[in-house]
C-alpha cells in the first residue's frame, strides 16, 4: 500500500497561484493512478483531477480546466497541482488520492468509476476575494 502526504496549502487572494504537493511512500509510485479532490465546507467531496501512470493523461473537472495542471514526477514519487487564477470557490480541503493498477484495470474492465483507495490526509486551500 502507499502512504500520501499533501502540502502547500495556504491562504492566497483571488487571482493568485499555488502549488500542491504529494508524497508518496511504502509502495512503488509508478503503479498507482493518481487523483485530487477536494471538499468545501458543507459540500461532498469532488473529484478535481487525475493522471495516469506515465503522466501521459490527465483529466479535469469543468470547473478547473485552463486553471488547474496536474503533474507527477515517478523518480521524485510526488503528484503535483498547479493552481493558478484561483476563484474563492476553489476554497476547499484538497486531498491527494491513489488508485493501484490492479483496481484501476477492474474498473476500467467493468466500467465502473474509479474508487480510489488511498487518501492523504488534506491541505487547507483558502482563497479570499
Known amino acids: 500500500q502507499v502512504q500520501l502526504v499533501e502540502s502547500g496549502g495556504g491562504l492566497v487572494q483571488a487571482g493568485g497561484s499555488l502549488s500542491l504537493s504529494c508524497a508518496a511512500s511504502?509502495?512503488?509510485?509508478?503503479?498507482?493512478?493518481m487523483g485530487w479532490f477536494r471538499q468545501a465546507p458543507g459540500k461532498e467531496r469532488e473529484f478535481v483531477a487525475s493522471i495516469s501512470f506515465s503522466g501521459g493523461d490527465t483529466d479535469y473537472v469543468d470547473s478547473v480546466k485552463g486553471r488547474f495542471t496536474i503533474s507527477r514526477d515517478n523518480d521524485q514519487n510526488a503528484v503535483y497541482l498547479q493552481m493558478n487564477n484561483l476563484k474563492p470557490e476553489d476554497t476547499a480541503i484538497y486531498y491527494c488520492?491513489?488508485?493501484?493498477?490492479?483496481?484501476?484495470?477492474?474498473?476500467?474492465?467493468?466500467?465502473?468509476?474509479?474508487?480510489?483507495?488511498?487518501w492523504g490526509q488534506g491541505t487547507q486551500v483558502t482563497v479570499s476575494s
Open positions: 488520492a491513489a488508485l493501484s493498477a490492479s483496481r484501476w484495470a477492474v474498473a476500467v474492465t467493468s466500467g465502473s468509476g474509479y474508487e480510489f483507495e488511498y
Open positions: 511504502g509502495d512503488t509510485f509508478s503503479n498507482y493512478f
